[in-house]
């Protein structure tokens, strides 16, 4: 399994875990907000949830043009290269 499959599975454990949404729906071409439905509440718990595990920080300005599961991967797992967080630094959320 590659790093962005990595992201993918726990980005989908993370919306299994605090929201409704159907996970069969859910590709990185999918909408975070029309496709899956989230709204600012739910988006917000998300990003906490992930900068908690992979131990970055995401701000305002990058997140603004995160519109996708695929852009929001992307933002991670630029964070991920470009700093020193490995995908590995905690087993469990």
């Known amino acids: 399994m590659n790093e962005r499959e990595k992201i993918l599975n726990k980005l989908l454990e993370i919306l ?38 992979y131990r970055i920080r995401l701000n305002h300005q990058e997140l603004e043009g995160c519109n996708t599961v695929g852009t929001l991967i992307d933002l991670i797992e630029s964070k991920l290269v470009n700093g020193t967080t490995s995908l590995h630094v905690q087993k469990a959320a």
Request: proline content about 0%.
């Open 16 to 53: 299994q875990n605090d929201t409704d949404v159907k996970l069969e729906t859910v590709n990185e071409a999918v909408s975070l907000r029309e496709g899956l439905g989230l709204d600012s509440v739910d988006l917000v718990g998300i990003i906490m949830r992930i900068e908690e595990f």
